[in-house]
């Protein structure tokens, strides 16, 4: 699988990360008259995919019913769907990929994935556990681009039984999408840090907007508020799913945020100028030592 351009690559679910993932392939590998390769998509949204069709971003589209036919035809699949559908697709197309295929997924829990395994994997393909760090406040495969992978962070799950030619293949087509750093590591640290960077931030950005007086605080914006609370234009079938899946990860991440603000509180409270100006001091240079080491990762 050494040429992207002559590859067969498959998506099941072209929302906006299937909707995205298809079209920056299509732009970045299959934008050549002479290249070979081809684009499936699999989808219940018919509108979606003759939308995508319509773009020139899909070759072929599929409803669920004819599933295994397509997958039977893609050198890579994407699996682009909510958690629990991913493993339920996995499970269901277990004997339908074509044999050599590497598959993939882009859900943001990998414990439930990697638990079932077992019933997932064939020795002729290569399941590569995947997490794309893209995204967007809005949904849908109209709302999908091609940009939003660029300098973003790919995390990878990796199993004992994956092919380093195949795990080598996947980070260079990473590279190609427009992501800048390939994380690996094991799905119970994923699950734990993705807790912390990701679901406790829409949790946070979610209680600050129930909080608000009136929508009309807005006028009185400056930026903050709006910065803070972008992700909470949220998919909420989604993401209450993200929630309860790692639910005791984000549970604790929340147990010590709340003592971080209280701790933050109990200085304004008591009107503790020297203590709160230490504090403040001190989150900022953390905030710095964060920041140096975004800078210093490497792809």
């Known amino acids: 699988m050494n040429d992207f351009s002559n590859l067969t690559y498959g998506f099941a679910g072209l929302g906006l990360m299937g909707g995205s993932l298809a079209k920056a392939v299509r732009a970045k590998i299959l934008n050549s008259a002479d290249a070979k390769g081809k684009i499936l998509a699999l989808d219940s949204n018919v509108a979606a995919l003759a939308t995508a069709v319509e773009r020139g971003v899909v070759d072929e589209t599929f409803t669920p019913a004819a599933a295994a036919a397509m997958l039977k035809r893609c050198d890579l699949v994407f699996v682009c769907l909510y ?76 199993h004992p039984s994956n092919k380093p030619e195949n795990v080598a293949f996947f980070k260079r087509l990473a590279g190609i999408l427009g992501f800048s750093r390939i994380t690996e590591t094991n799905y119970a640290l994923h699950d734990h840090k993705i807790a912390f960077t990701s679901q406790l931030c829409h949790v946070i950005a979610s209680a600050l907007v129930e909080s608000a007086e009136d929508a009309e605080i807005t006028a009185f914006g400056g930026g903050s508020f709006e910065d803070l609370t972008r992700i909470a234009m949220i998919n909420a079938p989604l993401w209450t799913e993200l929630f309860l899946a790692n639910r005791n990860e984000l549970l604790a991440h929340i147990d010590a945020f709340e003592l971080a603000l209280k701790k933050i509180t109990g200085f304004i409270r008591s009107g503790d100028s020297d203590g709160l100006c230490r504090e403040l001091e001190a989150v900022r240079l953390k905030r710095i030592d964060m920041s140096t080491t975004e800078r210093n990762a490497s792809f």
């Open 83 to 158: 958690p629990a559908k991913t493993i339920e697709f996995l499970k269901k197309h277990h004997s339908d990929f074509k044999s050599g295929a590497i598959v993939s997924d882009i859900s943001g829990v990998k414990t439930s994935i990697m638990l079932s395994l077992p019933d997932i994997l064939r020795e002729d393909i290569d399941f590569i556990c995947g997490h794309p760090m893209a995204g967007s406040e809005k949904e849908g495969f109209y709302h999908s681009s091609e940009y939003i992978f660029e300098g973003r962070n790919y995390i990878l799950t990796l």
